[in-house]
């Protein structure tokens, strides 16, 4: 019984983990290419976001190293397509809503 809390506590640091640096990633993307694009049909932001996808495989085994407990020897297709599509969701949303605003960085 307290190995199979133990393994579910385990599971949900590492999803809650993982979705944080997704979700920061994105939100930072999109703060990056609002400041660095000329606007939406400019494609550096789209090479920012592909960055900031690339980038956060790296910083799970950077942070796996540190302690947190993430398994990313276990990544499979659904965990790599998983934090591609939260990146790209607060990516899309982030820069929308600072497209429309006008806000200037």
Same mark, same amino acid.
């Given at each position: 019984?307290? &190995?199979?809390?133990?393994?579910?506590?385990?599971? @949900?640091?590492?999803?809650?983990? %993982?979705?944080?640096?997704?979700?920061?990633?994105?939100?930072?993307?999109?703060?990056?290419?609002?400041? %660095?694009?000329?606007?939406?049909?400019?494609?550096?932001?789209?090479?920012?976001?592909?960055?900031?996808?690339?980038?956060?495989?790296?910083? @799970?085994?950077?942070?796996?190293?540190?302690?947190?407990?993430?398994? &990313?020897?276990?990544?499979?297709?659904?965990?790599?397509?998983?934090?591609?599509?939260?990146?790209?969701?607060?990516?899309? %949303?982030?820069?929308?809503?600072?497209?429309?605003?006008?806000?200037?960085?």
């Amino acid at each position: 019984m307290a &190995t199979d809390t133990a393994d579910r506590r385990t599971a @949900h640091i590492r999803g809650v983990t %993982v979705t944080a640096i997704a979700c920061l990633a994105g939100v930072a993307a999109a703060v990056v290419s609002s400041a %660095v694009a000329a606007g939406a049909d400019d494609l550096i932001g789209v090479y920012v976001l592909s960055g900031a996808i690339i980038v956060q495989f790296p910083l @799970h085994r950077v942070a796996e190293a540190a302690g947190v407990d993430l398994d &990313t020897d276990d990544f499979g297709a659904k965990d790599y397509l998983y934090v591609a599509f939260m990146t790209f969701s607060l990516w899309f %949303v982030c820069w929308a809503i600072l497209l429309t605003t006008g806000a200037s960085f």
